[in-house]
């Protein structure tokens, strides 16, 4: 059984960094394409940032130049790490990762990132 498990979140001010973990486990996920959702309170949840197994990323334009994405180096750990910097109100969010694919797994329960004074 596929389990997904989000780390790292936390309250932070304005300009401030976090650094997310997602550990993966009950699948081979050293071939697929990982990827950091977030869902903002009242909204829908969206794709902000992923990463293909060859180390090819893509950003939503909002956090263009102020989140990284990353994968443990030999893929074997399952591992996916979402470095967030320069972090604004907007950015607060229910923090998700899972497999971008038409069908995705079970979601976690995912980290609550608060950006606020």
């Known amino acids: 059984q596929v389990q997904l498990v989000e780390s790292g979140g936390g309250l932070v001010q304005p300009g401030g960094s976090l650094r997310l973990s997602c550990a993966a486990s009950?699948?081979?996920?050293?071939?697929?394409?990982m990827g950091w959702y977030r869902q903002p309170p009242g909204k829908q949840r969206e794709l902000v940032a992923s990463?293909?197994?060859?180390?090819?990323?893509?950003?939503v334009h909002s956090v263009m130049g102020r989140f990284t994405i990353s994968r443990d180096r030999d893929n074997t750990k399952n591992t996916v790490y979402l470095q967030m910097n320069s972090l604004q109100p907007e950015d607060t969010a229910v923090y998700y990762c899972?497999?971008?694919?038409?069908?995705?797994?079970?979601w976690g329960q995912g980290t609550q990132v608060t950006v606020s004074s």
């Open positions: 990463i293909t197994s060859g180390g090819n990323t893509y950003y």
């Open positions: 899972n497999i971008v694919s038409r069908t995705v797994y079970d």
């Open positions: 009950g699948s081979s996920f050293r071939f697929v394409t």
